[in-house]
């Protein structure tokens, strides 16, 4: 047996510094199209921040060899800027965070990507989208978030809930809170609540051609947008998607310590988890290190380990590679493994090549907010406006 | 982008409005009625139909027209909306009319969409 040294990813700090420069030429290219915009003070200082930060946690991820505490403050983040940035955007293209019949009309809607989920059977059937949006051109167009849907599922299967998603940084920054959780015991078959909800979505929306999640369940609308309230039906769905988001995102998390909001309800977490199937990527256990202390089970936050799962070698099929129970093993016998080499050779490479994708997405999602919410507080300071 | 170009990157009509069938002039407006569309998955359940008003200039303040969306010379529905408050009123005449679903100001128009059944 190998000391528990010899698993550590923790890098050198020259070794570190030579992994993090191609991550550097990827930020300039996507934050900044390869040319940072300097024209203005306030631009500048957003690029530099925003590009510092972004560098600064690759290079911890690489030189601590610790994953999920730099992710967390990078997904984290994301959460806050996107939902900044969309609101102050609605407001000053539709003077509100609501939008109303002409928006709907007008197909103007933005196009998230949980309304995937439900638009898969009806355009197999229909060869049409049930959603009032744009296809192309416009804010957050159909095609090219489904682009995005695809390529990642590909490349990072359910990764993408830890990497990418703009709203799985609210419960997993809530869940961070407490740092111990007021309940301790959640039985693990919750983690397959999100699959039910992920068939019955699917299914009622092709029905009843009308994306349901969207319309009456998604609680992130309390912090992107939502329908403005001009009837009974719309005031009943308003209280459902808040009550959603006080019980699910922010008091559930708070007192578990757990992602409930991802772990049960959201169906494109679910559907991301089958990609799982289909990805290269996946979290292993090395079963001649473990000493089964189970703290990788208190931990991970989408209840997808289990006792079970422990004498399997694997994580469930609803990982989402966040790297909390890897951070948390205190033997190294967890690490992110590629499917079929061996669990307990190249494991540095594997995290590395897992790491760059899943970082890259980061990137993508969280430099052009970040910039532009720096760019509004600077103006809040200047103006006392944020929305000039 | 070429995703776009895939058959089934279109927004469903229940969504877009359908195909135009036929624009004529009435009364100084444009009026733009749209075919019927599925509401249903597979269709042969209850239809829409989509009417667009619009006029060159200001739309007046009141829009009181009979349509007949079928175009088969018996007006269907007789439709009456303030363009001001958006209060509208639509009365069935036909059978297969069943009620109002939506009706906004888009752009410089004023759509309407009507539940229709078979």
């Known amino acids: 047996m190998k000391s528990k040294s010899f698993y550590s990813t923790q890098g050198s700090i020259w070794k570190s510094t030579l992994l993090t420069f191609p ?34 946690l690759f290079f911890l991820i690489l030189y601590t060899g610790k994953t999920d505490r730099y992710r967390a403050a990078g997904f984290i983040t994301l959460a806050l800027f996107f939902a900044l940035t969309f609101i102050v955007n609605l407001i000053r293209e539709r003077g509100a965070m609501t939008f109303n019949q002409e928006n709907m009309l007008a197909c103007e809607i933005p196009f998230c990507h949980i309304v995937t989920t439900m638009i898969i059977i009806p355009a197999l059937i229909t060869k ?33 809930c830890s ?44 029905v009843a051609l009308n994306p349901v999640y969207c319309d009456w369940l ?39 310590g ?31 290190v473990c000493n089964n202390c189970e703290n990788c089970v208190k931990a991970c936050p989408t209840l997808s380990l289990s006792k079970e799962d422990m004498a399997a070698g694997r994580p469930s099929i609803t990982c989402m590679k966040c790297g909390k129970c890897i951070d948390t093993c205190t033997k190294h016998a967890i690490l992110y493994h590629i499917k079929g080499t061996p669990v307990d050779r190249n494991f540095s490479l594997a995290r590395n090549l897992f790491l760059y994708p ?28 944020l929305i000039n | 982008m070429k995703m776009a170009e895939l058959p089934f990157m279109k927004v469903h009509p229940i969504y877009s409005g359908g195909e135009l069938n036929r624009e004529y002039k009435k009364d100084s407006l444009i009026i733009r009625v749209n075919n019927p569309v599925d509401a249903t998955l597979f269709g042969g359940g209850n239809q ?71």
């Open chain 2, 48 to 118: 829409v139909v989509q009417v667009t008003f619009s006029r060159k200039g200001q739309l007046p303040g009141l829009i009181d027209q009979t349509i007949d969306y079928n175009f088969d010379n018996h007006p269907d529905f007789k439709v009456t909306i303030n363009t001001i408050s958006g209060e509208t009123n639509l009365i069935p005449i036909d059978k297969t009319v069943e009620s109002l679903w939506l009706s906004s100001k888009v752009k410089e128009d004023w759509v309407i969409r009507v539940n229709l059944e078979r």
């Open chain 1, 128 to 160: 049409s989208i049930i959603f009032p949006g744009s296809i192309i051109g416009g804010f957050a167009a159909i095609a090219s978030m489904l682009v995005i849907v695809i390529g990642v599922s590909l490349a990072l299967g359910r990764g993408f």
């Open chain 1, 163 to 206: 990497w990418g998603c703009f709203y799985g940084g609210w419960d997993d920054g809530t869940s961070r809170i407490m740092r111990k959780p007021k309940i301790k015991k959640i039985n693990p078959v919750f983690r397959w609540i999100s699959f039910a909800v992920l068939l019955i979505v699917a299914l009622i929306s092709a």
């Open chain 1, 218 to 256: 998604c609680p992130f609308k309390t912090v992107t947008e939502f329908e403005k309230i001009t009837s009974f039906t719309v005031l009943m769905k308003t209280v459902v998607f808040v009550s959603l988001f006080a019980a699910l995102v922010i008091i559930l998390p708070v007192l578990t």
């Open chain 1, 258 to 288: 757990k992602r409930i909001q991802c772990t049960t309800l959201c169906p494109m977490g679910a559907l991301m988890a089958l990609t799982n199937k289909i990805n290269a990527f996946d979290v292993r256990i090395n079963k001649n």
């Open chain 1, 358 to 385: 899943a970082y890259l997405l980061l990137v993508i999602f969280l430099g052009g907010p970040m910039q532009t919410g720096i760019i509004l507080f600077m103006n809040l300071i200047k103006t006392g406006h």
């Open chain 1, 23 to 56: 991550m550097i030429l990827l930020i300039l290219l996507f934050v900044a199209g390869g040319r940072p915009d300097l024209s203005t003070p306030e631009k500048s200082i957003a690029f530099l921040v925003t590009f510092v930060f972004l560098t600064a």
